[in-house]
């Protein structure tokens, strides 16, 4: 079953495989208007900043993941 959440994040990921960075990071921002705590939303924004060569804010995305869950991996 989809959930606004889960159509969100399989949008973002498309737009990031499709290198079309600006789309998947209103989809993420939409997840997480949704789910504030989700670490998968911030772990691909990160993805985003990284791939977009903006390495501080990458970084600060992958803290905000971490911050709500310690163990988490992508």
Known sequence: MYTPL???SLK???YLK???FELAVSCFE???KLDPE???SYLSLA???YLSHSHEEAISFYRRALAI???CSK
């Open 12 to 14: 973002g990921e498309y």
């Open 6 to 8: 889960s159509a969100g």
């Open 47 to 49: 993805e985003v900043a």
């Open 38 to 40: 989700n670490k998968d």
């Open 30 to 32: 939409e997840c997480l």
């Open 69 to 71: 869950d310690p163990n």
């Open 18 to 20: 499709a290198s079309e």
